[in-house]
């Protein structure tokens, strides 16, 4: 059971602040201001999405960099820093996913919108107000994902690329049925939703052997 | 229970083509503070880096407080503290937050003791990192270090920017550290007088290998300048010293020996009445190997114990 340790989850939400800042502002922009009914298959919430979580990998994975080398060199564990880089990951995701979902559902985008006198709202609201979860969704999936693409890329002795396509094969393979998932009933949602699970941590758990063995040179 | 608090056998490290470690075996005693000397590129970072498990050895085998240093968790644990360089934390982290972060690592960090390191220097604890001098950065870094009360500290260059005040403090609160909790030291500096200050062995680095190391007053006491007219060479001192390097100027040869238990009147009856025998200074003698080293010596990848 990892503790949290405050001053190591301080330096590393703010390493991360740039994603935070491009996922927290893209999500409420588009919340605040999209004019139709927001959908699922909607692309720009879900590359702002992908944005986010690509560049929270690049910035907590800096491992060429001085103060990566401080950090990882202060005597935790690597499984305890591996813990870290999620946690700070999931309050980054948190920061830019909540104030956006509140936006939907507290009725603050139907107002705005009606105000602007948009045909679709307020009647329309209750119809998008479950979109969040479909981002939460994506986030699930591509934080974990984005990380053990960009450790896998520092590890100097992995030079195959294969790993890298079989997770950029089985992610759309995902994302395509994430969309199917949403029309099944009974147990074929559940067993694509089993999947779905289980990539995630097959993700996290690949994520984490890569980094136990992680060169860190600055 | 080993007497080694490191010990590295055959110890390689490539980077791409370069070799930075090149069979390197160097034991390092409990309780002693062993200063690494040599030239930039000797590979003395690279060997600290292996023994933090920031990076990994191409090949050889390395043992850092009786555990090969790939199985214990990064740092030991807190057993092992490091102040390397490029390794910095950000500019804007105050040595409070620094502090945080090491007291999360490590459960024998005391801050009252890294509070005072930074008092002794009159650090405000609030102020950015990116804000302090060169030296004052040097002086933090160095008293998180110290303040985990490790069982190893691996120190890369620590004076560096220190004005000789807070040289002279930070070496003396190592060697307080060492003698309090007998732990053990490494420390790479390029400046002899700290060597003379602080050390008790000596290893000099050379492209990788360690090629000279022992005590430091074995060192002092053994270590002669021999100068003959003609050459000097390993047959002829036989068993009774090691050539370290030799040149020569005009007709006379000037070599570095190491003298095996023989005292100078001996080795003067050995080579020849010509021949000269003087006493030479550390960094006499680290310039004499870094200029002269013996091919020989380079070629046959061993290091004078």
């Known amino acids: 059971m990892m503790i949290a340790r405050w001053g190591l989850t301080r330096i590393l939400w703010r390493q991360a602040m740039p994603a935070t800042l491009v996922g927290s502002l893209g999500l409420w922009a588009y919340c605040l201001a999209w004019p139709d009914v927001m959908m699922a298959r909607d692309p720009w919430p879900g590359l702002i999405v992908l944005l986010h979580c690509l560049l929270l990998a690049v910035l907590l994975g800096r491992f060429e960099t001085p103060s990566f080398a401080f950090l990882y060199s202060r005597g935790y564990s690597r499984d305890a820093l591996w813990g870290h880089v999620m946690l700070a990951s999931a309050l980054s995701v948190l920061a830019a996913l909540v104030p956006a979902w509140l936006i939907v559902w507290t009725g603050l985008r139907s107002h705005l919108h009606d105000l602007l006198k948009s045909p679709y709202f307020p009647i329309m609201a209750p119809r998008e107000a479950w979109v969040p979860l479909i981002w939460l969704g994506l986030y699930v999936l591509l934080v974990p994902a984005c990380h053990y693409a960009w450790i896998r890329r520092a590890q100097p002795t992995r030079g195959s690329q294969g790993g890298n396509l079989a997770v950029v094969g089985v992610l759309a393979a995902l994302l395509l049925g994430f969309d199917l998932v949403r029309r099944l009933d009974g147990w074929l949602a559940w067993l694509c939703g089993l999947l779905y699970a289980a990539v995630v941590v097959c993700l996290l758990l690949g994520g984490r052997s890569l980094h136990r063995s992680l060169e860190v040179r600055s | ?305």
């Not at chain 2, 005072?116 to 990192?129: A, I, N, V």
């Not at chain 2, 000596?202 to 060192?219: E, N, Q, S, W, Y």
């Not at chain 2, 300048?225 to 030799?246: C, N």
């Not at chain 2, 003298?259 to 003087?278: E, F, I, K, Y």
């Open chain 2, 1 to 305: 229970m080993s007497d080694h608090a490191v010990r590295t056998v055959q110890l390689r490290r490539d980077f791409g083509a370069v070799r930075a470690l090149d069979g390197l075996s160097l034991d390092v005693s409990k309780g002693t503070i062993l200063t690494l000397l040599g030239p930039n590129g000797a590979g003395k970072t690279t060997l600290l880096r292996i023994l933090m498990g920031l990076i990994e050895p191409t090949g050889g085998q390395v043992f850092v407080l009786g555990s090969p240093a790939r199985s214990q968790p990064a740092g030991g644990a807190g057993r092992v503290a490091y102040v390397g360089d490029r390794c910095e934390p950000p500019d804007w982290a105050t040595p409070a937050l620094l502090e945080g972060v090491q007291a999360g690592a490590s459960r024998t960090f005391d801050r009252t003791l890294f509070r005072e390191f930074c008092k002794r220097r009159g650090l405000s604890l609030k102020r950015p990192y990116g804000a302090l001098s060169k030296g004052q950065r040097r002086w933090v870094l160095t008293s998180l270090a110290l303040a985990c009360r490790p069982e190893l500290v691996l120190l890369d260059e620590p004076a560096d920017g220190l004005d000789p005040a807070a040289r002279k403090a930070l070496y003396d609160a190592l060697r307080d550290h060492v003698n309090e909790c007998e732990a053990t030291a490494i420390v790479t500096t390029h400046v002899i007088a700290d060597i003379e200050r602080i050390a008790d062995d000596v290893a000099i680095m050379m492209a990788g290998r360690a090629v000279l190391h022992g005590p430091l007053d074995d060192l002092r006491e053994n270590i002669r300048q021999v100068e003959m007219s003609g050459g000097i060479s390993s047959p002829e001192l036989g068993d009774m010293a090691t050539l370290l390097g030799s040149t020569r100027q005009g007709d006379m040869a000037i070599a570095w020996v190491k003298c095996n238990g023989v005292s100078d009147g001996q080795l003067v009856r050995r080579l020849g009445p010509g021949a000269t025998v003087r006493t030479v200074g550390l960094e006499t003698l680290y310039l004499a190997i870094a200029e002269h080293q013996p091919a020989a010596l380079a070629e046959s990848g061993k290091g004078l114990e």
